[in-house]
C-alpha cells in the first residue's frame, strides 16, 4: 500500500515535539469516547476597543477548517480557524498515570478586530464543522489596557512588570504552572484585583497571593462574585507589590484561563437599590471594597431607561459594572425600622420593593390590604446572583398565623416565585428575613421583591443554545415551561429562522404541561449549515394573547450562572449535521509492544456517501485512560485506500507494571465539498481501541559520561553506548536533539552488534552560557517487521564563560 509507513520519514521530526502535557478533565466513562466538537477556551480571553487581538481557540474534535462564529456589534473575526497552534506552557511533570478518562485539548490561530466605538462587555463566539456545533462562549470586549502573560513567570524574580490600571490576560497551562505580575502602587493607594475565571467557563479556581515590598504578605479584604475571588487592599508603603496566581487544585491546561482588572478604581460589589422605574432618577448606593476588610458606600444618581429590562452600569468612573433591573411598577426602598409586624411598612400592588439585611437580626415587615378575589403574584431573591442573600417569605395574617413560607434556597436559582390567593378580604403580612438570620448580614445582603396581582402568564427557558441534527435524522429540545398566575391554557411554541429541509414536531404544549420537547428534523438532503434560531411561545387568555421568546443558557457563566454579561440569550445556534462520510476502526485485540518502538497498528475505514479523498489520522483529543505517553505518528491515507498501519510511539519512559494495558484512541479528519457546493470538514474518531500491553525495552541508550564541560568556539567529543537485548542487535541512527542554536552534531551510525560510538557536538562561539544546559541524544534502528526502536539519553552540559 502506497502510504504503509510513510511517516517513518517523518517520524523523528514528530517526536522530538512530542510533549506530555496535557489538560485532565472529565468526560463521559464510557468505551467509546464522545465524539461532538467542543470547544473549550480562547486566549486571550478579552481585548481592547479600538484594537486587534491575536487569539487561540481551543477545543476538541474540530478539524482544520472549523467555522468561527462571532456574534456582537463592533467585533469581526475570519470565518473560519486558521493553523494549529500552542502557546510556551510550563511543563507539568510526569506522574505514574490514572484509570481517569483525559482530554487534550488543541488550538488554533484566529484573529478579532475590535472597532473603536464597539460597546464594552461580553460577546459571544462559537465552532462549527461537518461534524456539529458547539456552544456559546464569551469573548470580553473592555476599556483597559491589555497584557498577555509569557512564560516563565512562575518564579517571583521572572515575575512580569505590569502598569495600573490594566487587565491581565493569563492561563494557568500546567501543573506546576505559577504565574507572577509585578507592579508599583503608591503608599494609602486601594488596589483592587477582580479575577475572572469561573464567569469565563473556565475550570480555574484562582488562588491569589500579593507580596508588599518587604516580599511578605498583603493582607486585602477577599470576597466572591459567583466562584470567582476579588480583592482590595491599601498599599501602607511605596514600592513594588508582586501578585501570584495559581489553582487550587494544582490543576492546569491551555483551557484554564483568566483575566484579572488590576487597577486603583473603586471595585464595586453590591448596589442599593438594586434596580428602579423605567425613565425615573434614583440616587445608587454602590458598595465597594476598601481594602479594610469593610464595605464603603459610594452614592451616584442613576437615570434608567424608558424601556424595562436589565442594564449594567458602572457606578463611578473606572469601576467595574453591576447589573441593574429596570421596572415599569412603582418602586419602594426599604428603610430601617420596620422590622417587626407592629413596624410595617404599607405597600400596595403592585410594586417592586428594594431591601437589605443590614444586621444579622435584621427582618422586614410589609403591611398589604388584599381581597379574596384578588390573588398575587410575588417574586423576591438577591438582587445579583452572587449575593449572600437566601430570603425567605412568610405571608401571616393579622393574628400572627403563618399562611404559607417561600425559601429562596429550595429554588434552581435561588429566587422565589410563588402565586397566592388570599383566604378572605382584608390586611395580611409579609414577613421577609434571610435563611442566615442570627448569624450572617450586611449591606451586600440586597433583595428585591415583585408583587403584582396574580394575572395569567408564563416563561420560557432552554438549558442550552446550541443544538445539532443530522442530515435526514432527528433532535429534541427540551423546553421548559413556568406557568403563573394559574396559567393553564395550552401554549403554541413557534420556530424563527428554521433553514430549507428542516421542520419542527411537538409544537403544541397541552394545558397545565410544564415541559415540552421540541423535535427538529431534517430531511436527508437539507443543506448542511448553522442558523439563528428564536422559539416563541403564544398563549390566549380571555381572547387575549400573550406571547414570550424562549430565553437558552450559554456557557460564558459559573455554576450560579454568575457571568460578566447576562446569562441568558433569546435565541439558540442550530446546525445541520453532515452526514458521516467515513467510519474508523480498528482491530480491538491484545496486541504486544516493547516500549521505546513504534509500533504499526492496522486501522480500517469504511468510505461512506461517495467519499473517496485523502483521511488524515492523528491521536485522539479524547481517551478513555491516561496514554502515559503514546502518541501516534500523524499519518494519511491516500485516496481510495481502506487500510492503513498507523504508528503508535511507546516511549521507554512508561511507566512498569501501573496499567495492565493501553487503550489509545485515534481520530480521523477529512475536507470535502458536499452536494451543495459547500466545504466542508468533518473529525470522526474510531469506534474502537488500539490495545497494547507492554514489553521491557530491547536497547537503551546511555552517556558514558554523566556530565560534559565545553568552551564556546570547540569540538567536544561525547561517548555514548547502547546497552542491547539478544532481540535487537541491529544497528542504529545517533542523533543530537533539541540542542541549543548554535550547537550541532553529525549523525552517527552504530553498526550492528557494536555498543559503543563517539559523538562530535559542535559549539559555535556564538553560543553563551546558560542555566540548565543539556544534550539530548536519540537512537533509532529497525528491529523487524516495520517496528522502530527509538531510545534517548540527556547529559548535563556546561558551558565555561
Given at each position: 500500500m502506497r502510504t504503509r509507513y510513510k511517516c517513518w520519514a517523518n517520524a523523528c521530526r514528530f517526536l522530538a515535539g512530542i510533549s506530555c502535557l496535557f489538560a485532565i478533565s472529565a468526560v463521559a466513562v464510557a468505551q467509546q469516547v464522545p465524539t461532538d466538537p467542543t470547544?473549550?477556551?480562547?486566549?486571550?480571553?478579552?481585548?481592547?476597543?479600538?484594537?486587534?487581538?491575536?487569539?487561540?481557540?481551543?477545543?476538541e474534535c474540530l478539524p482544520p477548517?472549523?467555522?468561527?462564529?462571532?456574534?456582537?456589534?463592533?467585533?469581526?473575526?475570519?470565518?473560519?480557524?486558521?493553523?494549529?497552534?500552542?502557546?510556551?506552557?510550563?511543563?507539568?511533570?510526569?506522574?505514574?498515570?490514572?484509570?481517569?478518562?483525559?482530554?487534550?485539548?488543541?488550538?488554533w490561530k484566529s484573529r478579532i478586530d475590535i472597532a473603536s466605538d464597539a460597546p464594552s462587555g461580553v460577546c459571544l463566539w462559537r465552532l462549527s464543522c461537518g461534524r456539529g456545533g458547539t456552544g456559546s462562549r464569551p469573548f470580553v470586549v473592555g476599556d483597559l489596557p491589555e497584557f498577555i502573560e509569557t512564560e516563565p513567570n512562575s518564579l517571583p524574580d521572572r515575575a512580569e512588570v505590569v502598569e495600573l490600571p490594566v487587565t491581565i490576560n493569563g492561563q494557568i497551562a500546567g501543573e506546576s504552572d505559577l504565574d507572577y505580575f509585578r507592579f508599583t502602587a503608591r503608599a494609602g493607594e486601594i488596589v483592587r484585583a477582580d479575577i475572572a475565571a469561573a464567569r469565563l467557563g473556565s475550570a480555574l479556581d484562582p488562588l491569589v497571593q500579593v507580596m508588599g515590598p518587604?516580599?511578605?504578605?498583603?493582607?486585602?479584604?477577599?470576597?466572591?462574585?459567583?466562584?470567582?475571588?476579588?480583592?482590595?487592599?491599601?498599599?501602607?508603603?511605596?514600592?513594588?507589590?508582586?501578585?501570584?496566581?495559581?489553582?487550587?487544585?494544582?490543576?492546569?491546561g491551555p483551557s484554564y484561563v483568566y483575566r484579572i482588572t488590576l487597577s486603583t478604581a473603586p471595585l464595586i460589589q453590591y448596589a442599593f437599590p438594586a434596580g428602579g422605574r423605567a425613565g425615573e432618577t434614583v440616587p445608587v448606593s454602590f458598595l465597594a471594597l476598601t481594602g479594610t476588610d469593610s464595605l464603603r458606600t459610594l452614592t451616584?444618581?442613576?437615570?434608567?431607561?424608558?424601556?424595562?429590562?436589565?442594564?449594567?452600569?458602572?457606578?463611578?468612573?473606572?469601576?467595574?459594572?453591576?447589573?441593574?433591573?429596570?421596572?415599569?411598577?412603582?418602586?419602594?426602598?426599604?428603610?430601617?425600622?420596620?422590622?417587626?409586624?407592629?413596624?410595617?411598612?404599607?405597600?400596595?400592588?403592585?410594586?417592586?420593593?428594594?431591601?437589605?439585611?443590614?444586621?444579622?437580626?435584621?427582618?422586614?415587615?410589609?403591611?398589604?390590604?388584599?381581597?379574596?378575589e384578588a390573588g398575587l403574584s410575588i417574586e423576591c431573591g438577591a438582587a445579583l446572583r452572587w449575593s449572600p442573600a437566601f430570603p425567605i417569605v412568610s405571608i401571616t395574617n393579622t393574628d400572627?398565623?403563618?399562611?404559607?413560607?417561600?425559601?429562596?434556597?429550595?429554588?434552581?436559582?435561588?429566587?422565589?416565585?410563588?402565586?397566592?390567593?388570599?383566604?378572605?378580604?382584608?390586611?395580611?403580612?409579609?414577613?421577609?428575613?434571610?435563611?442566615?438570620?442570627?448569624?450572617?448580614?450586611?449591606?451586600e445582603f440586597v433583595y428585591r421583591m415583585r408583587i403584582t396581582p396574580a394575572v395569567p402568564d408564563f416563561a420560557l427557558s432552554l438549558k442550552t443554545d446550541s443544538l445539532n441534527v443530522v442530515q435526514g435524522g432527528r433532535i429534541e429540545l427540551d423546553v421548559t415551561i413556568d406557568r403563573r398566575?394559574?396559567?393553564?391554557?395550552?401554549?403554541?411554541?413557534?420556530?424563527?429562522?428554521?433553514?430549507?429541509?428542516?421542520?419542527?414536531?411537538?409544537?403544541?404544549?397541552?394545558?397545565?404541561?410544564?415541559?415540552?420537547?421540541?423535535?427538529f428534523i431534517a430531511d436527508g438532503d437539507a443543506r448542511a449549515t448553522d442558523v439563528t434560531l428564536r422559539i416563541t411561545g403564544r398563549a390566549v387568555v380571555s381572547e387575549q394573547t400573550i406571547e414570550r421568546a424562549?430565553?437558552?443558557?450559554?456557557?460564558?457563566?459559573?455554576?450560579?450562572?454568575?457571568?460578566?454579561?447576562?446569562?441568558?440569550?433569546?435565541?439558540?445556534?442550530?446546525?445541520?449535521?453532515?452526514?458521516?462520510?467515513?467510519?474508523?476502526?480498528?482491530?480491538?485485540?491484545y496486541q504486544y509492544a516493547h516500549r521505546g518502538t513504534v509500533y504499526p497498528y492496522l486501522m480500517e475505514i469504511e468510505r461512506l456517501e461517495g467519499f473517496d479523498g485523502p483521511i488524515h489520522l492523528q491521536v485522539a483529543d479524547r481517551q478513555i485512560k491516561d496514554l502515559d505517553g503514546i502518541e501516534i505518528v500523524n499519518t494519511t491515507i491516500a485516496p481510495g485506500e481502506t487500510k492503513v498501519m498507523l504508528p503508535l510511539y511507546l516511549p521507554e519512559t512508561m511507566h512498569i507494571n501501573v496499567q495492565a494495558h493501553?487503550?489509545?484512541y485515534a481520530q480521523g479528519h477529512v475536507e470535502f465539498v458536499d452536494e451543495h457546493g459547500q466545504k466542508q470538514t468533518m473529525l470522526v474518531v474510531s469506534t474502537m481501541r488500539c490495545m497494547i500491553r507492554t514489553l521491557p525495552t530491547v536497547a537503551k541508550l546511555r552517556s558514558m559520561d554523566r556530565e560534559m564541560a565545553a568552551t564556546s568556539g570547540t569540538t567536544i567529543r561525547c561517548p555514548v553506548a547502547i546497552d542491547r537485548t539478544s532481540q535487537f542487535q541491529g544497528p542504529m541512527q545517533i542523533e543530537l536533539m533539541d540542542a541549543a542554536p548554535g550547537i550541532t552534531a553529525a549523525t552517527v551510525t552504530l553498526p550492528a552488534n557494536q555498543s559503543q560510538t563517539d559523538v562530535l557536538v559542535q559549539i559555535d562561539p556564538s553560543v553563551k552560557h546558560a542555566a540548565n544546559m543539556a544534550l539530548k541524544f536519540r537512537a533509532v534502528g529497525n528491529m523487524g517487521g516495520d517496528v522502530k526502536v527509538i531510545t534517548e539519553t540527556i547529559v548535563p552540559l556546561e558551558l565555561n564563560r
Amino acid at each position: 500500500m502506497r502510504t504503509r509507513y510513510k511517516c517513518w520519514a517523518n517520524a523523528c521530526r514528530f517526536l522530538a515535539g512530542i510533549s506530555c502535557l496535557f489538560a485532565i478533565s472529565a468526560v463521559a466513562v464510557a468505551q467509546q469516547v464522545p465524539t461532538d466538537p467542543t470547544s473549550t477556551h480562547i486566549f486571550p480571553a478579552g481585548g481592547r476597543r479600538g484594537t486587534v487581538v491575536d487569539v487561540r481557540v481551543g477545543g476538541e474534535c474540530l478539524p482544520p477548517g472549523t467555522r468561527f462564529r462571532l456574534f456582537g456589534v463592533g467585533v469581526r473575526a475570519p470565518l473560519e480557524l486558521g493553523e494549529p497552534t500552542t502557546g510556551h506552557y510550563a511543563p507539568s511533570p510526569r506522574r505514574k498515570p490514572s484509570e481517569q478518562p483525559t482530554t487534550h485539548p488543541r488550538e488554533w490561530k484566529s484573529r478579532i478586530d475590535i472597532a473603536s466605538d464597539a460597546p464594552s462587555g461580553v460577546c459571544l463566539w462559537r465552532l462549527s464543522c461537518g461534524r456539529g456545533g458547539t456552544g456559546s462562549r464569551p469573548f470580553v470586549v473592555g476599556d483597559l489596557p491589555e497584557f498577555i502573560e509569557t512564560e516563565p513567570n512562575s518564579l517571583p524574580d521572572r515575575a512580569e512588570v505590569v502598569e495600573l490600571p490594566v487587565t491581565i490576560n493569563g492561563q494557568i497551562a500546567g501543573e506546576s504552572d505559577l504565574d507572577y505580575f509585578r507592579f508599583t502602587a503608591r503608599a494609602g493607594e486601594i488596589v483592587r484585583a477582580d479575577i475572572a475565571a469561573a464567569r469565563l467557563g473556565s475550570a480555574l479556581d484562582p488562588l491569589v497571593q500579593v507580596m508588599g515590598p518587604d516580599g511578605q504578605k498583603v493582607l486585602f479584604d477577599d470576597r466572591r462574585i459567583g466562584a470567582d475571588p476579588v480583592l482590595a487592599f491599601r498599599a501602607a508603603t511605596t514600592g513594588e507589590y508582586r501578585l501570584l496566581i495559581s489553582n487550587v487544585t494544582y490543576r492546569g491546561g491551555p483551557s484554564y484561563v483568566y483575566r484579572i482588572t488590576l487597577s486603583t478604581a473603586p471595585l464595586i460589589q453590591y448596589a442599593f437599590p438594586a434596580g428602579g422605574r423605567a425613565g425615573e432618577t434614583v440616587p445608587v448606593s454602590f458598595l465597594a471594597l476598601t481594602g479594610t476588610d469593610s464595605l464603603r458606600t459610594l452614592t451616584q444618581a442613576v437615570t434608567f431607561p424608558k424601556t424595562s429590562g436589565t442594564i449594567w452600569q458602572a457606578g463611578l468612573e473606572g469601576a467595574n459594572s453591576l447589573p441593574l433591573q429596570v421596572s415599569d411598577l412603582p418602586e419602594v426602598v426599604e428603610t430601617n425600622g420596620h422590622d417587626a409586624r407592629e413596624a410595617a411598612l404599607d405597600v400596595s400592588s403592585p410594586v417592586v420593593i428594594n431591601g437589605q439585611f443590614e444586621t444579622t437580626a435584621d427582618e422586614d415587615w410589609y403591611r398589604l390590604t388584599c381581597r379574596q378575589e384578588a390573588g398575587l403574584s410575588i417574586e423576591c431573591g438577591a438582587a445579583l446572583r452572587w449575593s449572600p442573600a437566601f430570603p425567605i417569605v412568610s405571608i401571616t395574617n393579622t393574628d400572627g398565623g403563618v399562611l404559607t413560607t417561600a425559601s429562596a434556597v429550595q429554588t434552581p436559582r435561588g429566587a422565589i416565585q410563588f402565586d397566592w390567593q388570599p383566604p378572605a378580604d382584608g390586611t395580611y403580612y409579609l414577613r421577609v428575613r434571610d435563611l442566615q438570620q442570627g448569624a450572617r448580614g450586611g449591606p451586600e445582603f440586597v433583595y428585591r421583591m415583585r408583587i403584582t396581582p396574580a394575572v395569567p402568564d408564563f416563561a420560557l427557558s432552554l438549558k442550552t443554545d446550541s443544538l445539532n441534527v443530522v442530515q435526514g435524522g432527528r433532535i429534541e429540545l427540551d423546553v421548559t415551561i413556568d406557568r403563573r398566575g394559574g396559567l393553564t391554557v395550552p401554549i403554541e411554541l413557534s420556530v424563527d429562522g428554521l433553514p430549507e429541509g428542516v421542520r419542527v414536531e411537538g409544537t403544541t404544549v397541552a394545558a397545565n404541561q410544564p415541559l415540552a420537547k421540541l423535535a427538529f428534523i431534517a430531511d436527508g438532503d437539507a443543506r448542511a449549515t448553522d442558523v439563528t434560531l428564536r422559539i416563541t411561545g403564544r398563549a390566549v387568555v380571555s381572547e387575549q394573547t400573550i406571547e414570550r421568546a424562549a430565553l437558552a443558557t450559554h456557557l460564558a457563566h459559573d455554576v450560579d450562572l454568575v457571568g460578566l454579561g447576562a446569562s441568558e440569550i433569546d435565541h439558540i445556534q442550530l446546525t445541520v449535521v453532515h452526514k458521516p462520510v467515513f467510519k474508523l476502526y480498528c482491530n480491538e485485540a491484545y496486541q504486544y509492544a516493547h516500549r521505546g518502538t513504534v509500533y504499526p497498528y492496522l486501522m480500517e475505514i469504511e468510505r461512506l456517501e461517495g467519499f473517496d479523498g485523502p483521511i488524515h489520522l492523528q491521536v485522539a483529543d479524547r481517551q478513555i485512560k491516561d496514554l502515559d505517553g503514546i502518541e501516534i505518528v500523524n499519518t494519511t491515507i491516500a485516496p481510495g485506500e481502506t487500510k492503513v498501519m498507523l504508528p503508535l510511539y511507546l516511549p521507554e519512559t512508561m511507566h512498569i507494571n501501573v496499567q495492565a494495558h493501553s487503550n489509545v484512541y485515534a481520530q480521523g479528519h477529512v475536507e470535502f465539498v458536499d452536494e451543495h457546493g459547500q466545504k466542508q470538514t468533518m473529525l470522526v474518531v474510531s469506534t474502537m481501541r488500539c490495545m497494547i500491553r507492554t514489553l521491557p525495552t530491547v536497547a537503551k541508550l546511555r552517556s558514558m559520561d554523566r556530565e560534559m564541560a565545553a568552551t564556546s568556539g570547540t569540538t567536544i567529543r561525547c561517548p555514548v553506548a547502547i546497552d542491547r537485548t539478544s532481540q535487537f542487535q541491529g544497528p542504529m541512527q545517533i542523533e543530537l536533539m533539541d540542542a541549543a542554536p548554535g550547537i550541532t552534531a553529525a549523525t552517527v551510525t552504530l553498526p550492528a552488534n557494536q555498543s559503543q560510538t563517539d559523538v562530535l557536538v559542535q559549539i559555535d562561539p556564538s553560543v553563551k552560557h546558560a542555566a540548565n544546559m543539556a544534550l539530548k541524544f536519540r537512537a533509532v534502528g529497525n528491529m523487524g517487521g516495520d517496528v522502530k526502536v527509538i531510545t534517548e539519553t540527556i547529559v548535563p552540559l556546561e558551558l565555561n564563560r
